[in-house]
């Protein structure tokens, strides 16, 4: 699969081209410069041909995060085997951009010079001083206009000797693209998310998400600094733990509402989206000072989304007390996650790591794990025989039986004579007897009370 870099300073059009191309507002794209600052990569047809496509970070060494994101950008120049290096159209050429655009080139000789924002021909006969660049690959496009964009592609096909498979006009393109991008749910990436372990990795920011993102896949795919909210556009990766496929997504850090700024409320909606797809939180804690309110409202997040989830007490290395003192600090604040496995883990030295990445499979296993029917009403019968349902103003509360109608996370229903009368402390002692039984580690419970007579359909089970 070949693959193309889309590189170039902050604010010029990367991620706007990056979402043309691969059809989907994936990239968060906004007027704050430097909105980009990890890799971010998606699989796209273009033309009927399949390409990786990398929407890099905005290059610019005035600080040293952006110094780190030149890094990984010119490592994905290396790796492609097409780079399109963008300007800003509306600007006069830039020494710097000049400088860059070499620099590039001898990294990789198939670069094209790439002037975005040029919305109409005025403005093209103006940029033709980008011919001071030395290139004979040059194109004008207006990415918000869609205007070039099918010349662009003509020319990386032809870079690449490979061939239009099938044509569609600029017009139908945009209708396409506008469809895709009012869409409020891709059936298209759910069935492929079905086919993998989607794990998320939550946390406030600065707690070491990103350390760890490059801790699991063993290499540098996420800016780390000690800058916060560093991380913007979620960031994945794919990698295979004993056969199984994992996709791991290192979601933007979540701050105070307060001071929530800018594109930072962008990327608290992608994180949401994000954990509407996942199987698995990784919920982040930073061990090095003490647990705060903000870390206890990040974690109803794995409720709110019916998750499975890993609790990752991080940077054990520098922690703040000892064991006995953080985990007793721990259960007395997170008490609703008595059921999730604790890890002690250091990102930076890779502490556990390893035993992560086995517990993540354990936990799905339990998340996806679905209960013969016999052995369900058995357990269930026990449960009640064990601690008498609760009656309803001296009425007999009974349940008939149990099935479980859904797995990720378990779901079962339970059929009964009154199903709005059993009390929710009901409903968790089932839970727990479930977990005695079955174990069901890092994996929520859900019991749905149903009456005999009500269809499935009505109950919406």
């Given at each position: 699969?070949?693959?193309?870099?889309?590189?170039?300073?902050?604010?010029?059009?990367k991620s706007s081209l990056f979402n043309r191309l691969?059809?989907?507002?994936?990239?968060?794209?906004?007027?704050?410069?430097?909105?980009?600052?990890d890799v971010n990569r998606k699989i796209a047809s273009i033309e009927g041909n399949e390409f990786e496509i990398f929407d890099t970070g905005g290059i610019d060494e005035s600080t040293l995060l952006f110094s780190k994101v030149k890094e990984l950008s010119l490592k994905s120049a290396k790796e492609a085997d097409i780079v399109l290096y963008l300007v800003d159209g509306k600007l006069i050429p830039q020494d710097d951009d000049k400088k860059l655009f070499r620099q590039i080139s001898k990294i990789n000789k198939k670069c094209f010079l790439v002037v975005n924002k040029i919305d109409n021909d005025k403005e093209k006969q103006l940029a033709y001083d980008f011919n001071s660049f030395g290139t004979k690959d040059l194109y004008f496009i207006s990415v918000s206009h869609n205007r070039g964009v099918k010349t662009l592609i003509e020319g990386i096909l032809f870079k690449l000797g490979l061939e239009e498979n099938f044509i569609i006009n600029e017009d139908e393109q945009e209708d396409i693209l506008d469809f895709i991008q009012n869409s409020q749910e891709d059936t298209q990436e759910r069935e492929v998310f079905e086919n993998q372990i989607n794990v998320g990795i939550i946390g406030r920011v600065n707690v070491g998400k990103s350390s760890l993102l490059n801790?699991?896949?063993?290499?540098e795919r996420s800016v780390v600094s000690e800058v916060a909210g560093t991380t913007i556009d979620p960031v994945d990766e794919k990698i295979n733990i004993q056969d199984k496929e994992v996709c791991f997504v290192d979601t933007a850090g979540i701050r105070r509402k307060s001071k929530i700024e800018g594109i930072e409320k962008y990327a608290?909606?992608?994180?949401?989206?994000?954990?509407?797809?996942s199987h698995i939180a990784l919920l982040v804690l930073d061990v090095s000072t003490p647990f705060v309110e903000l870390d206890e409202r990040i974690s109803s997040l794995v409720d709110k989304y019916s998750l499975g989830v890993i609790v990752v007490l991080n940077k054990w290395d520098i922690r703040h007390s000892e064991y006995q003192?953080?985990?007793s600090e721990f259960k007395r604040k997170f008490r609703f996650l008595e059921y999730a496995p604790v890890l002690t883990l250091s990102a930076n030295t890779h502490r556990h790591i390893k035993e992560l990445k086995?517990?993540?499979l354990e936990v799905y296993e339990h998340f996806s794990y679905r209960i013969p029917t016999s052995v369900l009403n058995e357990t269930i019968s026990q449960a009640t025989r064990r601690h008498l349902l609760p009656s309803d103003h001296g009425k007999i509360v009974k349940i008939y039986y149990a099935t479980q109608y859904d797995t990720c996370p378990p779901k079962i229903a339970l059929i009964m004579n009154r199903p709005k009368s059993l009390h929710f402390s009901y409903k968790r002692?089932?839970?727990?007897?479930?977990?005695?039984?079955?174990g069901f580690v890092g994996t929520p419970i859900i019991?749905?009370?149903?009456?005999?007579?009500?269809?499935?359909?009505d109950d919406r089970i």
């Open positions: 699969m070949k693959k193309i870099a889309i590189l170039g300073k902050p604010n010029v059009g691969i059809k989907e507002r994936i990239a968060i794209t906004s007027e704050v410069s430097g909105t980009t600052r801790a699991l896949i063993g290499k608290l909606d992608r994180t949401q989206k994000i954990l509407e797809k003192e953080i985990m086995e517990k993540i002692y089932l839970v727990n007897f479930m977990r005695e039984k079955f019991f749905t009370p149903r009456d005999k007579n009500q269809s499935k359909e």
